[in-house]
């Protein structure tokens, strides 16, 4: 185990200095087929749930399952879309799109939350530190509209970050038989 740990930790690092080295490149390869997959494992897990459900029914025990028939429904759609995403590149790059615009839209949201926050601060607790968090409010409405308008620039941020995150992970990884954290 512990050799194992440390092999996929030092994969982690080497991955993770790919993605800095070359960001943007993995995100666009990676993202399409990591939606796809998660698509499918929900659409299953959604179908066996109304399933499941339908089956208690039949014994008097009622619960709902994701919503009934649209729930059914909604699970067959995310496979459907999962395989076609599998087996088609267009169908993984609208994927890929489809999260780099939930990527601006949520930088957006949190922006115009922390500048209300930091607002709210300032007027109800005068002398409270409520600057920063107006200065960061608008870096990041003015990174959603970079991460909006210019998806090169928010594959390239997601990607970096996630290259920092795998670094982490892997010298985590890495590290903890060291220090005696694993014992076989």
Do not use: C
Not at 42 to 57: H, P, Q, S
Not at 145 to 156: E, G, H, M
Request: no cysteine.
């Amino acid at each position: 185990m512990i050799i194992f740990n440390v092999i996929l930790g030092v994969l982690a690092v080497l991955s993770g200095v790919q993605r800095i080295a070359f960001p943007g490149v993995g995100f666009m390869l990676d993202t399409g087929w990591i939606v796809a997959i998660l698509l499918m494992l929900w659409g299953v897990n959604t179908i066996a749930a109304y399933y499941n459900a339908k089956e208690l029914a039949r014994y008097g025990v009622h619960q709902y399952a994701f919503a009934g028939g649209l729930g059914l429904l909604g699970g067959i759609l995310a496979v459907v879309v999962s395989v076609m995403a599998m087996f088609s590149s267009e169908v993984q790059a609208m994927l890929t799109a489809f999260v780099l615009a939930i990527f601006g839209v949520w930088l957006l949201i949190d922006g115009i939350s922390t500048v209300l926050m930091s607002v709210r601060v300032h007027r109800s607790m005068p002398g409270a530190p409520w600057i920063p968090g107006l200065v960061l409010g608008i870096l990041l409405i003015v990174a959603a509209v970079f991460a909006i308008f210019d998806w090169v620039v928010a594959a390239t941020t997601i990607d970096t970050l996630f290259g920092i995150l795998l670094i982490m992970f892997g010298v985590r990884l890495i590290s903890t038989p060291m220090v005696g954290g694993i014992r076989e």
